[in-house]
Structure formats: structure tokens, C-alpha cells
């Protein structure tokens, strides 16, 4: 069993002292082996749930302290004390006398031997889609009541270790394929895999001689095949409240809307395609934004070159660029644009929702290239913190300062798992010990603008369209489609605006897109004017279809396969 004693020394110690020290074990029963990686002292006033899974950006968030270790045998003391850093008290000095929840969780981390000759310490991937607090292999304890006072002691032993992912099964609609990758692999010294959850077309197997289009929706880390479901919503299944849509029985509403994708999908009329959502997390992230990068490696290629054309040879894909066609939101919504912007040969058109900044001008509330810190707006006489998060009222749950403090908590060196350490990774050029340069001081917010013109010349998607006019607008005229709510949670619509006006002033050729916005509409807004989003964003699988259809018909080349897959 775990153990926790509380061992009360000195109560009247010197204020210039630490007022709480923490003792953390990993028990030897765990692992014989010294280990590295990120600690985490998590304490809650809220016993709903684990304190690992309460630290959030909202004002409802919990505790955590972190410190990075490095090769700690089992069984020694690993003290906590002092200046540690924290969120959303700066350091454990500054915590609150009080009984909390207390549990300590270390985010494992293993050497990566990079082609580029660099060694480093990061935390593997292992099938959950990079989330610190459920990944399989990392130690905790159970939580634990204590009254923490100034003076004290806590030993804290963690002993518990979270289990292995069960894989999904196959089933008659959708399928589970993974590849390794040869350029992936090369770059990270270790074999890397390819993963991507395949949607087949009904009557795959009674029409032989049939090819498919293939549409492609970017995102998130995809366990399985999200929003479809043959069977009818659990009749036993209690409705619960979204917070976030404001609408009792959401999740029978996502289970009904899966279930209606199906019988859409078997319906005699439904054009027949191939969809699949790829598994490409990596020790950064859940996912590595679908390009080439100096922190990454080479995902843009391996994912085009290697694991599209090997889908397309299992499951009888056309195998043509007319037919591929991206789409996704948020960061699929990134990653549709910067696909088809990078890749304007080998797509036929792109539906970017609510994308992540596609103009480095508007990083959601900073302009990278003229601001100086990230954290604030600067004035003669005070300084004004930069919102990071709102409603569609305008109501600010969370400041930039405040959620890079969050990050900064879980991992140092851009290794939080988290969004603004991610775009970090996939932007920045590699630093002097392999990993990626910072964009900003983590902790103050000050810029490093030596990197950010990095960023413009790179991956900055609205300057590479304007740069790169002349030679890739022919090859893009009808193929980029832009929506996003006007009250966007994430400040996403300002980058638009950037983006539209360059697009609106394209000529040889005009782009000849789509740019649209929803009124007072917030994050994953995807283009229908019609439905409330929380409908909408469970129905990207067959909003673009008629576009993509019309696309096809526009642009198909003569001899084109259009037929063998209309049954």
C-alpha cells in the first residue's frame, strides 16, 4: 500500500524558510531502474475527481508544483520545497495553509537519440494521444487528505502506475491500420509509427472494382473513428449538462448525431468516399500538425509520401491528387491550410474551420514580429494583461500570461504536451541542446524575435501565400476554404481577417475561395449559418461534401474515375 505520513517539525520556523516541505518516493516495487521526467505535486480543495485531472486554463482550476528529475533511483527522497515553480500560485512558498487533495505524478521521460546528433529527454508516446494524466506507464499515488500547515513535512510515495491502452477493434465500417515510418524514424533514432482510423464506404467489399476519393479530417489524436455509431443512442444513458453549449443531454445528442452519420453513410444516394483521421502524436503533442519541422521532423512528408498512398493501396483510394480533399477544425483547421499550402500539387482543396493563427501578426492576441512581450500591453505608466481566453459575450476566463504558466508547470524546454509548447515545437528552430527555441521567456513573456522571423519565413501561413504568389496561386485558385466564428474563445478570427484581406486581393489568379464568419459565434464555428455549432461540429464528415462533390466536377481531369464509385 502507498503511505503518506505528515511529520510536523518546527512550527514556529523562520519566515525566511520554506514554509512546507513535500518528501516524494517513487515506491521500488514500480521499477528497479533510475528514472527521468517531469514531477508533479498536484492539491485540491475539490475531492470530485483526482487532483490530476482539475488543472485547467479556468478560474476553477487546481494546484500543481513541478520540477524536472533526472535519472532518481527508487526508494530516495526527492524534495519539494521553496521557490518550486507552480500554477496558479507561482511557487509552493506562496501556498495557502489547508486541506487539500494531495497527489504527486511523474510524467516519465526516455532518451531520443535525433539524426541531427542531439540527445533529449521526452516523454513517449503510448496510444493515449500524449495526455500527461492518463498516459500508461506513468506513477502516481492515490489522493490523500492532509491538513497542510506552515512547517510541515509530507512524505508522499507513489506507487500506483497507470495501465496500458486496450486497441480499438475493427469493425465492418471502420479499420485500424498503422505503418512505420522510414523518414519519421530516421529523424527520432527509434522506430515511429503512422496510424490512421479508416471510415470504408458501405458496399466496400460487394463493388471490387470500385476506386474512392479520400477525404482526409485533420485533428486531435484520434483513438478510434469519432462520430459514427451504428447502433441508436443508449436508451439507459443519463443526460448530462454542457457547460460550454449551455444544453442539458449534449452527449445523447453527439450519440445521435454519430448514429444519423450511419445511416447516412448506408443510405442508396450517399456518394461513396474513403475518410480517415491519422494518429501522428508524438513527444510533444497529440499531434504534430501535419508539417515538416526542425523539432518534429519530417510529418509533412511521411504523412503525404508514405501514409496517404499506403492507405490509398489498401483500401482501393484513387490515388490521384483531384481526389484527396482536407478538412478539419482548430488545429485540423491549421493543419487543412498548411497541407494544402505546402502541398498544393497533391490536394484538390482544403476546409479550415476555426483554424489555430494562420497570420503570425495576429498569434491570437500578440503580433509576434512588432510587440515585445507577449504577457502584457505595454504603457508609460502601468501594463494591462492580454486576455487569452473569452466567450462570445467577451467574458475573459484566462490571460496568455496565465495559461503559459499552466505549461510551464507540467514541463520545461516546450515538453508540457500543451498548445501554446506545441506551436513552439512545430514553428521554432532547434536549440543548442536539441530541443526547440523559445518564441517568448516562458515566464515573462518577453519576445526572442530573432525566432519569430523564423516563424514568418517557415510557417507563417498568410506571409508564404503572399511570398509565394506568383508560383503557387495557380496551383491554389479554388481550393482554400476559410470559417470562423466572429467571437472565436481563442482570438482565431483576427488572423482570419489578415488572411481574407490578402486572399481578396489575390489576382493571376484571384483565389477563388471562400472566406465566411459566423456571427457571435465561438471556437469550431465551421461555415453553416443555419444550425447552432453545437450541432455543426458534429457533422464536419458531411458538410463540405457538397463542395468537395462540385470541386470534383470542376476540377476532375479528363479521364478521370467518377463513376466506379457513384453505385
Not at 508547470?409 to 498548445?419: E, I, M, V, W
Not at 488572423?495 to 489575390?506: H, K, Q, R
Not at 455543426?536 to 463513376?563: C, F, H, Q, V, W
Amino acid at each position: 500500500m502507498w503511505s503518506i505520513l505528515a511529520l510536523f517539525l518546527n512550527s514556529c520556523a523562520s519566515k525566511s524558510e520554506s514554509p512546507y516541505n513535500f518528501n516524494i518516493q517513487i515506491d521500488p516495487s514500480l521499477s528497479d531502474e533510475a528514472q527521468s521526467g517531469r514531477l508533479l505535486l498536484m492539491l485540491s480543495t475539490d475531492d470530485s475527481s483526482e487532483p490530476r485531472f482539475q488543472i485547467s486554463d479556468g478560474p476553477q482550476t487546481q494546484i500543481v508544483f513541478g520540477m524536472d528529475i533526472t535519472e532518481v533511483v527508487p526508494g530516495e527522497d526527492i524534495p519539494l520545497s521553496g521557490d518550486i515553480f507552480g500554477y496558479p500560485y507561482a511557487s509552493l512558498n506562496d501556498l495557502p495553509e489547508g486541506t487539500y487533495q494531495v497527489q504527486a505524478l511523474l510524467n516519465r521521460y526516455e532518451m531520443f537519440n535525433l539524426s541531427t546528433g542531439h540527445n533529449v529527454l521526452l516523454p513517449p508516446e503510448k496510444g493515449e494521444g500524449q495526455q500527461w494524466n492518463r498516459k500508461p506507464g506513468n506513477y502516481y499515488n492515490e489522493p490523500a487528505t492532509l491538513n497542510i500547515s506552515s512547517g510541515g513535512t509530507y512524505e508522499i510515495v507513489m506507487d500506483q502506475k497507470i495501465d496500458e491502452i486496450e486497441p480499438p477493434a475493427d469493425t465492418d465500417y471502420i479499420k485500424h491500420v498503422k505503418m512505420k515510418s522510414e523518414m519519421l524514424s530516421e529523424f527520432w533514432g527509434r522506430d515511429v509509427y503512422l496510424g490512421a482510423n479508416v471510415l470504408i464506404p458501405h458496399g466496400f467489399n460487394e463493388h471490387p472494382e470500385a476506386k474512392y476519393p479520400l477525404m482526409i479530417f485533420h485533428g486531435h489524436f484520434p483513438n478510434t473513428f469519432r462520430g459514427f455509431r451504428e447502433d441508436p443512442p443508449d436508451p439507459d444513458l443519463e443526460p448530462d449538462f454542457s457547460e460550454r453549449f449551455n444544453i442539458s443531454g449534449y452527449n445523447i445528442m453527439v450519440q445521435q448525431e454519430a448514429h444519423d452519420l450511419y445511416k447516412k453513410w448506408i443510405s442508396d444516394d450517399f456518394p461513396r468516399f474513403l475518410v480517415i483521421e491519422i494518429q501522428h502524436a508524438n513527444p510533444y503533442y497529440d499531434d504534430s500538425y501535419a508539417v515538416n519541422s526542425e523539432n518534429l521532423g519530417p510529418y509533412g512528408d511521411a504523412i503525404t509520401y508514405e501514409l496517404i498512398p499506403y492507405v490509398e493501396e489498401l483500401f482501393r483510394g484513387q490515388g490521384e491528387s483531384w481526389s484527396r480533399f482536407l478538412y478539419g477544425g482548430s488545429t485540423g483547421g491549421w493543419e487543412a491550410l498548411a497541407v494544402q499550402v505546402k502541398y498544393p500539387d497533391e490536394y484538390n482543396g482544403c476546409f479550415a474551420a476555426c483554424p489555430d493563427p494562420i497570420d503570425f501578426a495576429a498569434y491570437c492576441l500578440v503580433n509576434i514580429y512588432e510587440d515585445k512581450n507577449a504577457y502584457y500591453y505595454p504603457g508609460e505608466h502601468r501594463k494591462v494583461e492580454r486576455p487569452g481566453k473569452r466567450d462570445y459575450l467577451g467574458n475573459v476566463t484566462a490571460s496568455l500570461r496565465s495559461m503559459n504558466h499552466r505549461e510551464l508547470a507540467l514541463g520545461t524546454k516546450s515538453r508540457s504536451g500543451q498548445q501554446w509548447d506545441i506551436w513552439e515545437a512545430v514553428y521554432s528552430p532547434m536549440g543548442p541542446e536539441g530541443y526547440p527555441q523559445r518564441l517568448w521567456d516562458k515566464k515573462s513573456g518577453d519576445i526572442n524575435h530573432e525566432v519569430a522571423e523564423y516563424w514568418k519565413e517557415n510557417h507563417d501561413l498568410r506571409y508564404i501565400l503572399e511570398r509565394d504568389w506568383e508560383t503557387i496561386g495557380p496551383k491554389l485558385e479554388g481550393k482554400i476554404h476559410i470559417y470562423c466564428g466572429d467571437m472565436d474563445n481563442y482570438y482565431l478570427n483576427n488572423a482570419v481577417y489578415l488572411m481574407e484581406e490578402f486572399l481578396e486581393s489575390t489576382e493571376n489568379p484571384y483565389y477563388n475561395g471562400e472566406v465566411a464568419y459566423g456571427d457571435r459565434a465561438e471556437h469550431c464555428w465551421n461555415g453553416d449559418p443555419n444550425l447552432p455549432n453545437h450541432i455543426t461540429r458534429l457533422r464536419y464528415n458531411t458538410m463540405y461534401l457538397p463542395k468537395i462533390l462540385e470541386r470534383i466536377k470542376e476540377s476532375a481531369p479528363r479521364g478521370a474515375d467518377l463513376t466506379s464509385w457513384r453505385y
